[in-house]
């Protein structure tokens, strides 16, 4: 697959971590780009990112990459985490980054555009540019954990999200927890 990932100033760089080690196998081309702030978080939450050998990156600066044109064909962009502020930047269609610029290509080629956005509580702005964003045609994947599976670690917890938006790619990682499907009695 081709997939473009985004990631913003939001808290989760453990969520772009987890998509990276799932996406990074020689069948998928992946493309990476971050935002100023996205790399201020991941210096405060990481250090660093894992880069597989798969991955191009790409500033945020410039449109010299394929995907801020609709002639070049993707199957999927992640926004992975998404501040309010580029949801909101993504709603208003300024398009004057590369991210917001291959957000803004990928909605009006109606192509795969899945944000992942992290923030609570949500304002009555937050909601309103969620709303419009869903009406474009995006998914809108909030990062919000579930428990059911029993996580026992920060991966574990941060998997139960990166399943669901690789489910939303049409990549199912065979061990992906599913109701019903796997572990114990309870059904988990
Ligand atoms: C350590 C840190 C954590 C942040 N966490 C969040 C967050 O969880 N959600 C959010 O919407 N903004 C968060 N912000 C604020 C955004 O980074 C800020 O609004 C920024 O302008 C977003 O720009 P970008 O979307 O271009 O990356 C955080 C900022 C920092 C420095």
């Known amino acids: 697959m081709r997939v473009v990932l985004a990631a913003t100033g939001a808290s ?7 998509l990276l080690d799932y996406l990074s196998g020689p069948e998928h081309e992946l493309h990476l ?19 597989p050998p798969n991955v191009t990156e790409h500033s945020d600066k410039s449109m010299n990459a394929p995907f801020a044109s609709g ?20 709603a208003a269609g300024t398009s004057e980054t590369l991210t917001l610029r291959a ?3 990928f909605l009006k ?15 009555l702005i937050h909601a309103k540019n969620a709303l419009t964003v ?8 909030p990062a919000m954990p579930s428990f059911y599976s029993r996580p026992k670690t920060f991966e574990e917890l941060a998997d139960t999200v990166v399943w669901r938006i ?8 065979p061990n992906a927890r599913r109701w019903q499907e796997t572990g114990d009695e309870n059904g988990i």
């Not at 989760?12 to 987890?18: E, K, W």
């Not at 080629?109 to 304002?123: G, M």
């Not at 869903?134 to 994947?141: D, K, R, T």
């Open 134 to 141: 869903i009406e474009a045609g995006a998914i809108l994947l």
């Open 103 to 105: 957000a803004d290509v």
């Open 33 to 51: 780009v971050l935002t100023p702030y996205a790399k201020q978080v991941v210096h405060e939450e990481a250090g660093e990112l894992r880069l």
């Open 109 to 123: 080629e109606r192509r795969k555009l899945i944000l992942v956005p992290r923030e609570t509580p949500w304002s």
């Open 71 to 90: 002639s070049a064909l993707f199957d999927a962009m992640v926004v992975c985490p998404c501040s309010m502020g580029t949801l909101g930047r993504i």
């Open 166 to 173: 690789l489910d939303q790619i049409g990549i199912h990682p």
């Open 12 to 18: 989760g760089t453990i969520y772009l971590q987890r």
